[in-house]
């Protein structure tokens, strides 16, 4: 199947999860996860109307960057080593996977512009994922107010890869309830409006939690 053909169905279940909690759908942005995908197919989905892309490894963004450039909008999804900040922050529009002092001090020292960040918090406590813990993200949030360079727009999580729908929730809403108290605080660095939740299998479920940016690859792009 085209990722257009796919894109349409996304859509159509997009406008569905949307319309039960009278949600507008052009305020959720996909995000298509080409990390497994060739760079033909990765066009192929700018070509079909999929405007932000998402890489979670430097060698494959840089691969797909050179080829496509500012045709789309970049999105660093995985775990960013803090050495590896200088080779990407100034070619990725958004990081996702704030989770460290140190990674902030890097991209605040490597950006030359404000670099838009989501704070990556592990709500399942999973050992396997990355994030910090949910009691530690208003304090980690408020300590940023010095880096200049550095702008939490919002919070990201990964949930685990199951199948019940209430547990996907709770993860949902703890996350969301989270964004909520951050973004009543009005800080200056942390205007923390958006949440990046949901993938393939949940993010029907993550939009009709609030999510504002899902992380779709399989279904998408294949």
Request: no cysteine.
């Given at each position: 199947m085209t990722v257009a053909n796919k894109l349409a169905e996304m859509k159509q279940i997009i406008q569905k999860a949307c319309d039960k909690?009278?949600?507008?759908?052009?305020?959720?942005?996909?995000?298509?996860?080409?990390?497994?995908?060739?760079?033909?197919?990765?066009?192929?989905?700018?070509?079909?109307?999929?405007?932000?892309?998402?890489?979670?490894?430097?060698?494959?963004?840089f691969e797909k960057y050179e080829s496509i450039g500012d045709k789309a909008t970049w999105h660093f999804i995985g775990s960013l080593q803090s050495r590896k900040v200088k080779d990407v922050i100034n070619k990725v529009d958004y990081i996702h996977s704030l989770d460290r002092k140190s990674l902030a001090k890097e991209i605040n020292k490597r950006s030359e512009t404000i670099t838009p960040c989501f704070v990556q918090v592990n709500v399942s406590g999973e050992e396997s994922k990355q994030g910090l813990d949910p009691e530690d993200v208003e304090g980690f949030i408020e300590s940023l107010q010095n880096y200049e360079k550095v702008q939490v727009v919002g919070l990201m999580t990964m949930a685990p890869l199951v199948e019940n729908e209430e547990e996907l929730r709770a993860i949902f809403r703890k996350l969301r309830a989270i964004r909520d108290i951050v973004r009543d605080k009005h800080l200056p660095h942390a205007p923390c409006e958006s949440l990046s939740m949901g993938m393939s299998n949940d993010y029907r479920i993550a939009i009709e939690e609030g999510a504002t940016h899902i992380r779709v690859g399989t279904s998408l792009v294949g």
């Open positions: 909690f009278d949600r507008n759908p052009n305020d959720i942005t996909i995000i298509g996860v080409t990390k497994y995908v060739s760079i033909d197919r990765a066009k192929e989905a700018v070509e079909a109307g999929i405007s932000n892309l998402g890489e979670n490894r430097n060698e494959q963004f």
